[in-house]
Nanobody, 124 residues
Framework: QVQLVESGGGLVQAGGSLRLSCAASGRTFSDFAMGWFRQATGKEREFVAAINWSGGITYYSDSVKGRFTISRDNAKYMVYLQMNSLKPEDTAVYSC?????????????????WGLGTQVTVSS
């Protein structure tokens, strides 16, 4: 089992920045690829960013590429999402997820463990 707890969400003006954190506990953190996903009210959950076990491979959705950066610290069992140049359409609940194995994917169904999420609201 892996437990995931997100933090760092909040209310920010358009153009601002936030840094989300996800703390993992349980199994060895480097056994997992990690991902960030988001779900806006009335919409389906969507992929945001993913990182492989070592941090050497990252993926981003087209909507956040160039604005968001995913990173991880295996010694601290942490994964981060730095979000810059935020837009109102980035408003959503952001969740981190863990995928067991050395591969990394953008597919929601491939992730084995999920946090409860943290709310990000971007005002115009």
């Amino acid at each position: 089992q892996v437990q995931l707890v997100e933090s760092g969400g909040g209310l920010v003006q358009a153009g601002g920045s936030l840094r989300l954190s996800c703390a993992a506990s349980g199994r060895t953190f480097s056994d997992f690829a990690m991902g960030w996903f988001r779900q806006a009210t009335g919409k389906e959950r969507e992929f945001v960013a993913a990182i492989n076990w070592s941090g050497g491979i990252t993926y981003y959705s087209d909507s956040v590429k160039g604005r968001f950066t995913i990173s991880r610290d295996n010694a601290k069992y942490m994964v981060y999402l730095q979000m810059n140049s935020l837009k109102p359409e980035d408003t959503a609940v952001y969740s981190c997820a863990a995928q067991l194995g050395r591969g990394v994917t953008t597919r929601i169904r491939s992730y084995d463990y999920w946090g409860l999420g943290t709310q990000v609201t971007v005002s115009s």
